[in-house]
């Protein structure tokens, strides 16, 4: 008999869609038989079943969100009670929520039944242990009208679902047995669940990373993006729109020793968000490379959690970081393929200080550029590209890096690439007031208002919905320095802009000025907009460049803002000279064509001249 703690009792509850409730129908006799025992010993679990019914398929199924589940089906055993099915499923948790595997099971519902209407989510709390219930209304094959609830709790680590269906005007036979077989489910042991299946990563193809000095085989159909500071490759959407990510990024070594280099890795990962370390241990090679492993998680929007394998090397006087993360679902089927892109890495042998005389397309004069020449400084993982995107969400990690489909910024000619999600023309140097410099698209429209300047795009080329827009402005010192007016700054926007959620600080220098951008999210009436301030302290005043765009497409005007704000120059300072109506712009001299209002901003108290940004409100 079963002696450990039995749980997933139905409790009595009316769902609000008009589903009828469990208790409410009167079920003929047929619904109370006697009962047998059916201990599941690869699953770990023993559960009552109708006596006579047949017990189906056991065993691995290749079902749940890793493919390792594990299921018993039972059957009747002639159709008096119609095509009625009872099955317990169990899958792995790995970290996952109870709430993870309600979304999934919907899903598998609409997949395979496209008609399927559920009821709102509900929970029933029995023994102490909460668990969801799934009720759902959809047409079977044939065109047979059927009802289907779902019982599912996640114990230990282990998801348990027990699901009843039937047609709707049999459901009714079968009511008590589901709740009697939830619960006598008694939990004996840990599941039996098959090793992950390996998700293929396909055929590999060398690619080159000149500015870094080396190779690496990526998996052919990835998309790459070489950045100011880090060179990615994305998967394709795999579930839940998450896309595995590759990430290198090269500093100098200056003198460390191999146990330093880690070390300080490891304290730069620690200031990201829900750092966990896992191990930090591991060896790997890559080719003549031998490297250390650093295993961690992390959180990032919307309390997404990630796992990350951070593969470091040492050659000559560079650390090389090669980053993998996936979601942690689904990290142990990606890492054997990961293994074989980190051990695909080499390097080519760098005579420090070499330039290669190839043109600066990051247009940071050489600071990326220069054939073979790895980065000197500023590159190190600083688990900010992490993340696997969707391709719906925009950059999540607001660094303008992390994402797919980022755009090379402009190079130092002016010209631009396509692809932007906005009409982008060729960046020209532009004076405004004769106070300040910006390189900025030569076709987008710049106009004057109390608080600064505005320059618009053009509406995207999609939906001629969005606008980017860029917003320059100034403030004084008053003797403060530059970590205290971003802290005044941040303050102030909280409490100006709608559901403003900050995602980012980073470091940022245009020319010899030295600064810091804060990238946050902020509601407006167009949606929500990622926004890209930075702030930069010249020895008279503050400037503030702010960048904006929503966040469907922020990924791929990331890297141009960042273009913008590292172009800024400060030629003379006057008395709020930001600040007053007038001439916007050398290069257009009009004031016309706005398309958008201020975006909102630390400007002490100044009345914006509109609210297109919330800040109003």
């Given at each position: ?302 309390d997404v959690k990630v796992r990350c394998e951070l593969a470091i090397f040492l050659k000559d006087k560079y650390a090389y970081y090669v980053v993998c993360a996936y979601t942690p679902d689904q990290f142990e089927r990606m890492q054997p393929g990961f ?279």
């Open positions: 008999m079963k002696t450990i703690h039995a749980f997933l009792a139905i409790i009595t509850l009316m769902l609000t869609t008009g589903v009828i409730a469990l208790a409410a129908e009167e079920p003929p006799a047929a619904s109370s038989p006697d009962y047998e025992t059916y201990t599941f010993e690869k699953g770990g679990i023993a559960v009552d079943y109708p006596k006579g019914w047949k017990v189906g398929e056991v065993g691995p199924d290749q079902t749940g969100p890793d493919k390792q589940g594990l299921h018993a089906l039972f059957t009747p055993p002639d159709n008096s009670s119609g095509p009625a099915k009872l099955v317990v499923q169990i899958f792995p948790g790995k970290g996952k929520s109870r709430d993870m595997f309600v979304a999934y099971m919907k899903d598998t519902l609409k997949q395979e039944y496209p008609d399927v209407k559920t009821a709102d989510d509900r929970t029933v709390k029995v023994a102490g242990i909460e668990c969801a219930l799934i009720d759902g209304k959809y047409t079977g094959e044939g065109g047979v009208k059927k009802r289907t609830q779902v019982i599912i709790a996640v114990v230990d680590d282990v998801a348990y679902a027990v699901i009843y269906s039937n047609s709707e005007d049999k459901f009714a036979a079968c009511t008590k047995m589901h709740k009697h077989m939830c619960d006598s489910l008694a939990i004996g042991g840990k599941p039996q669940f098959a090793a992950a299946q390996e998700i293929k990563i396909g055929e590999l193809a060398k690619t080159e990373v000149k500015a870094y000095g080396v190779s690496i085989k990526a998996p052919k159909g990835w998309e790459t993006v070489q950045q100011a500071n880090r060179w990615l490759a994305y998967s394709e959407e795999g579930p839940q729109g998450a896309r595995a990510v590759v990430q290198i990024s090269v500093e100098e070594t200056k003198g460390r020793t191999f146990d330093k280099v880690v070390e300080d890795a490891k304290k730069s990962l620690g200031a990201i968000n829900g750092y966990k370390e896992i191990s930090s241990n591991g060896t790997i090679t890559a080719g003549s490379l031998k490297g250390r492993v650093v295993m961690f998680d992390e959180t990032v929007e919307n293994k074989q892109i980190i051990g695909s890495l080499e390097v080519a042998a760098v005579e420090a200080g070499k330039d290669g005389g190839e043109e600066d397309v990051w247009g940071d004069e050489g600071n990326n550029g220069g054939g073979e020449k790895p980065p000197a400084k500023d590159t190190k993982p600083d688990g900010k590209d992490t993340k696997p995107p969707s391709k719906d969400t925009g950059d999540e990690r607001g660094d303008g890096g992390a994402t797919g489909g980022a755009e090379k910024p402009p190079a130092k000619n002016g010209a631009v690439k396509g692809g932007f999600p906005v009409p982008v023309g060729e960046l020209t140097r532009t004076e405004f007031e004769k106070v300040i410099a910006l390189k900025v698209p030569k076709d987008w429209t710049p106009a004057a208002s109390e608080s600064g300047i505005i320059i618009n795009s053009k509406p995207d080329t999609k939906q001629n919905k969005y606008v980017a827009q860029i917003i320059l402005s100034e403030d004084e010192i008053n003797g403060r320095t530059l970590d205290k007016i971003v802290s005044d700054g941040k303050d102030t926007l909280k409490g100006q802009v709608q559901n403003y959620k900050e995602i980012s600080v980073a470091a940022i220098k245009a020319g010899n000025l030295d600064g810091k951008v804060v990238t946050y999210e902020q509601d407006t009436p167009l949606g929500r907009y990622r926004v890209s301030w930075a702030v930069f302290v010249s020895d008279k005043a503050v400037f503030y460049i702010f960048c904006a765009y929503s966040t469907t497409g922020y990924d791929k005007m990331a890297p141009l803002f960042e273009q913008i704000q590292k172009s800024f120059e400060v030629l003379k300072v006057e008395e709020k000279p930001v600040n007053k109506e007038g001439d916007t712009g050398k290069t257009t001299g009009k004031d016309e064509g706005k398309t958008g209002k201020d975006a909102a901003k630390p400007d002490n108290g100044s009345k914006d001249s509109g609210d297109e940004w919330g800040d109003e409100e």
